[in-house]
């Protein structure tokens, strides 16, 4: 469980966009503004360095200062998930560790992704190695499934044996595959874990079919909208929940037609008034002027659009 652990069912975790600054570092200021933000407005916890986060455009020594920085500006290492994994093992073990040591509630594992087409025993012993190495009774880790992206995906039969064989340690997937039936036969097959949806749209089917809740990059600018859903789903009012799911529905089908992590900062500037967070690492790219207004506008009357004051600078 992340954050408070009588929160009751469902749990909201933004998939924490990184600003950056003019020459491209990580901004620990606007990122401790935005996560304080965060967790006024309905979430229960924060994944940082994951896909939405930019992770794997940043260098470990650069991930190790961003972890350290967001415990320094003063949140919680108990709401925490940091993204850990990377292609090489010595790498993942070294974030993995620091984060156990910064207390934060576990990490988000993805398999190594550079090789495709491998098999399970060579990522159960990916995974097996890392927390073996890192040899500490307090890691939890949440393994990630986002086979779109990574190119390797983690198989049934692959999450049974890491369960069976870290019962303490394997607690809960994020499932960003986008297949609703997957995700419920893994929270059916395996209630011990904690089962994400990657996908705001499958957050209240997934949790009718005993599911976590979401970890989601669109919970970055309608974590109030996530909160609504999740909160209409504890009264057991199925027509409100339903209304409340489709209004964040709406919201992310609107944003997931643009690149996802250039519209998410597009929309947190607008929010903010702040242009420092349009900034992205390439490959990635912010979104052009006239993608940008004809997003904003898309957005209006949706209950994401605000302005939140100035930013960090």
């Not at 949140?75 to 934060?104: E, F, H, K, Q, S």
């Not at 999450?159 to 064989?165: C, D, G, K, Q, T």
Request: aromatic fraction near 6%; glycine fraction near 12%.
């Amino acid at each position: 469980m992340i954050g408070a652990p009588d929160a009751g069912p469902g749990q909201i975790l933004a998939a924490v966009l990184t600003p950056l600054t003019a020459d491209l570092a990580a901004d620990h200021g606007r990122l401790k503004l935005h996560c304080r933000w965060l967790l006024e407005h309905g979430c229960d916890g924060l994944t940082v360095l994951g896909t939405t986060g930019e992770a794997n455009s940043f260098t470990v020594e650069e991930r190790l200062d961003i972890l350290e920085g967001i415990i320094e500006g003063g949140i919680p290492g108990g709401v925490l998930l940091a993204g850990t994994g990377c292609c090489a093992i010595p790498d993942t073990v070294r974030l993995t560790r620091r984060a156990v040591a910064l207390n934060m509630a576990g990490v988000l594992l993805l398999p190594p992704f550079y090789y495709k087409g491998v098999s399970d025993d060579g990522l159960f012993k990916a995974f097996a190695d890392v927390i073996e190495a890192v040899g500490e009774g307090r890691l939890r880790v949440y393994l990630y499934h986002f086979p779109q992206m990574s190119g390797v995906p983690l198989s049934r039969a692959l999450i049974e044996r890491l369960v069976n064989a870290y019962p303490d340690t394997i607690v809960g997937i994020k499932d960003s595959s986008g297949d609703l039936a997957h995700m419920t036969s893994l929270a059916l097959s395996f209630p011990q874990l904690d089962v994400f949806s990657g996908a705001d749209d499958l957050l209240l089917p997934l949790m009718r079919k005993g599911g976590a809740g979401c970890i989601t990059g669109v919970t970055n600018v309608a974590a109030p909208l996530a909160d609504a859903v999740r909160r209409r789903f504890r009264t057991a009012d199925d027509a409100e929940a339903e209304q409340a799911q489709d209004a964040l529905s709406r919201v992310r089908r609107t944003i997931a037609a643009y690149p996802l992590t250039a519209a998410l900062k597009a929309v947190t500037a607008h929010n903010w008034g702040d242009d420092g967070w349009r900034r992205l690492r390439p490959p990635l790219m912010p979104l052009a002027a006239e993608a940008e207004a004809e997003l904003i506008a898309q957005l209006q009357g949706s209950g994401v659009l605000s302005q939140r004051g100035p930013g960090a600078g």
